[in-house]
């Protein structure tokens, strides 16, 4: 009956006595917990570094980072966070602990060093934050090492089923948004049609919201996949009506940008050029949205951990925060706004 009881909850004078049965194994309360990013870096999730050691703390708990991904947990680095070390992070992109993809950790081996860092150090749970690859770390972890993580979807493609949202998607749009703005005042002031490739792995979320905000004409995603002839005709009954400016937005791997404007011009006489935006969508200042949403589940992380919860990934639902067990969502479908790309069709030409 003593399981689970926290230590937050108690008044102060309890907590040297609870402190007392917790050493003597008659109290099992979450002391300490980790908290690592993985995967692609996305904006906005310094700000979850920061909801999760803050909420931590605030619960009593001790908090620990660990550097680059499940790297940092087979190697054993790890570093102490306080109050203090997550000041002045949440307005910067990036990720103050390191990120990398860790293949090691797909194996027993990698596993089992995982844990035993999490022995060693003390760390009773552990919050992930990263995109699917860093959840089935997470969930092996949780499972087969009995090592509890909860995980946040951070990644700039929004491409994880069970949620809504993902930290980096919006400040990644907006970027990509604003550097498209910036290509069609150059493709207006010559008359030419700029192909921009942007981000999004195998996910054509962010080409057909930038698209639809930027007034693109054709948008090629591998959800709505479209024969370049298709592209080239819209451009063509386009520019019949007086239109001399043309934008396309590819979603990456779904053609090639600088081939495309090439059959473009050669098969139209507009002249063409290509854009390949890369990385500069991972970086810069979060948005209002991703620095809120990921307060918001750094603070759930934390609530998961403290309730016991394990092998728990967090998402938005309905614009309401909801938690699923990480291998039923891993074999969810994510579904691709169809409609939102017939009215871009619709309204661009
Ligand atoms: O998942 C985020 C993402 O930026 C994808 O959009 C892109 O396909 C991939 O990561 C690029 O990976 P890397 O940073 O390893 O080149």
């Given at each position: ?19 007392h049965l917790c050493?003597k ?6 002391r300490?917990i980790?908290?690592l ?9 310094n700000a979850?570094?920061?909801a999760?050691t803050r ?10 980072g ?5 790297n940092?947990l ?6 102490d966070?306080?109050v ?10 990036g990720?103050m602990?390191y990120t990398?993809r ?7 081996e990698?596993?089992?060093k995982?844990?035993?860092?999490c022995l060693?150090?003390?760390i ?6 990263g995109?699917?690859g860093s ?5 092996d972890?949780?499972?087969?090492q ?15 089923a069970?949620?809504e949202?993902?930290i ?9 948004m ?10 207006q002031s ?5 192909v ?15 698209g ?9 995603t ?8 298709e592209?080239?005709e ?8 007086g239109?001399?400016?043309f934008i396309?937005?590819?979603?990456e791997?779904h053609g ?12 139209t ?6 854009t390949?935006?890369g990385?500069v ?13 990921a307060s ?5 992380a934390v ?6 919860k ?6 938005f ?6 938690d699923y ?5 891993l074999t ?10 017939r009215?871009a ?5």
């Amino acid at each position: 009956m003593w399981k689970k009881l926290y230590i937050y909850k108690v008044g102060k004078k309890f907590q040297s006595l609870i402190a007392h049965l917790c050493k003597k194994g008659m109290v099992d309360i979450m002391r300490k917990i980790g908290v690592l990013t993985s995967g692609g870096d996305a904006p906005g999730m310094n700000a979850a570094i920061r909801a999760v050691t803050r909420t931590a703390l605030a619960k009593g708990m001790t908090v620990v980072g660990v550097l680059k991904g499940f790297n940092g947990l087979i190697h054993g680095d790890i570093i102490d966070l306080d109050v203090r070390s997550v000041s002045d992070i949440i307005q910067k992109g990036g990720t103050m602990l390191y990120t990398a993809r860790c293949n090691e950790f797909r194996f027993k081996e990698g596993l089992q060093k995982g844990k035993e860092t999490c022995l060693k150090e003390g760390i009773e749970g552990l919050v992930v934050i990263g995109g699917d690859g860093s959840f089935r770390g997470a969930a092996d972890l949780s499972i087969t090492q009995r090592i509890p993580c909860v995980g946040i979807p951070a990644t700039i493609d929004n491409d994880i089923a069970m949620t809504e949202y993902t930290i980096g998607y919006d400040t990644a749009m907006n970027t990509a948004m604003s550097m498209i703005d910036k290509l069609r005042d150059t493709a207006q002031s010559h008359d030419r049609c700029s192909v921009v490739e942007v981000m999004g792995r195998h996910a054509g979320h962010i080409a057909v919201n930038t698209g639809i905000a930027c007034g693109a004409t054709h948008i090629i995603t591998e959800e709505m996949p479209t024969p370049l002839e298709e592209v080239i005709e819209r451009i063509q009954n386009t520019h019949t009506t007086g239109k001399h400016h043309f934008i396309v937005v590819v979603s990456e791997g779904h053609g090639d940008a600088k081939e495309i404007a090439n059959e473009i011009e050669a098969k139209t006489g507009i002249e063409s050029r290509a854009t390949v935006l890369g990385h500069v969508q991972r970086g810069g200042y979060p948005t209002v949205r991703d620095r809120v949403a990921a307060s918001q589940m750094g603070h759930y992380a934390v609530e998961l951990l403290e309730q016991g919860k394990a092998n728990r990934v967090i998402g938005f639902q309905k614009g309401k925060l909801v938690d699923y067990n990480i291998k039923t969502a891993l074999t969810m479908k994510k579904t691709f706004d169809e409609e939102l790309y017939r009215i871009a069709m619709t309204i661009s030409f």
